[in-house]
């Protein structure tokens, strides 16, 4: 059993409406009984749409809320569409991913994202900070220079604090399936965490109840960002139990 803080956050992404929350009873149940004596963060990132009913629902529990994304600037404005990490905050989120591949992939540049970083930080928002490497650069055998290109420019300025942590999700393994091997992951990861001193680092893709036995014995993992499995709540307790079995 791991004797260290453990995240597990579930990335909803664009999933769920009002009737999803009802799902949210079965791990509160399991989180009150189950958490005794173990250093657990559960946090619950949904779409901005349920973030207030969300965290009304968490209230009493010890699981937290946090949103997908933020707009850069940290005051009002005329941006239509747009939220803010102030706005995020008003209604319940504690934290925010900033930085995820399929946000990158739509356009946001490094730039943006120490932006974004900048304004959650300074709305007292924590950071869940999304690095990752495509296929294409795995193939080039580019993923180091790539993700010390991604944390220098997404952290320009910025220096590391308990209010940020970092989510290692290599692109081509979101929701394919694929995970990185062992070997590699513990690698890479102990690489951003030289990068980084005394950060914290998740790893985030494909994460399972079929591969969590397998991811839980690298050690240097302090968590797991959890997408199409975190839907599910019996996937999800699945996950948390296996971690510590
Ligand atoms: P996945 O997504 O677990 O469905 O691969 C992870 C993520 O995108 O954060």
């Known amino acids: 059993m791991t004797n260290k803080y453990m995240y597990f956050i579930a990335n909803w992404k664009m999933f769920g409406g009002l009737n999803s929350l009802n799902s949210l009873h079965k791990v509160m149940k ?7 004596n173990k250093l657990i963060k559960i946090i619950y990132c949904p779409p901005s749409t349920l973030i207030r009913p969300m965290s009304k629902k968490l209230k009493k529990s010890n699981i937290e809320v946090g949103a997908q994304n ?3 600037q940290s005051s ?4 239509t569409g747009s939220v803010n990490s102030a706005m995020l905050k008003n209604v319940g989120a504690r934290y925010v991913i900033i930085g995820h591949s399929e946000n990158r992939q739509s356009g946001e540049t490094n730039k943006l994202i120490n932006l974004k970083i900048k304004s959650a930080l300074k709305a007292g928002l ?4 999304c690095i990752g490497e495509t296929s294409i650069e795995k193939r080039k055998k580019i993923t180091k220079q790539v993700l010390v290109k991604q944390v220098k420019l997404g ?3 910025i220096k590391y604090n308990k209010n940020l942590v970092i989510a290692y999700e290599p692109v081509w393994s979101i929701g394919t399936g694929m995970i990185p091997k062992s070997k590699e992951l513990f690698e890479t990861i102990d690489f951003v965490k030289k990068k980084i001193k005394n950060c914290k680092v998740l790893y985030g893709g494909s994460v399972s109840p079929k591969n ?3 991811l839980k014995l690298i050690k240097n993992i302090d968590g797991y960002l959890i997408g199409g499995a975190s839907q599910d709540p019996k996937k999800f307790i699945d996950i948390i139990k296996k971690t510590y079995s």
């Open 76 to 79: 009002y404005g005329a941006f």
């Open 155 to 157: 952290l320009h300025k």
């Open 30 to 36: 399991f989180f009150k009984t189950f958490n005794k």
């Open 126 to 129: 924590k950071v869940i900070f």
């Open 70 to 72: 933020c707009h850069q």
């Open 212 to 214: 969590i036995n397998e």
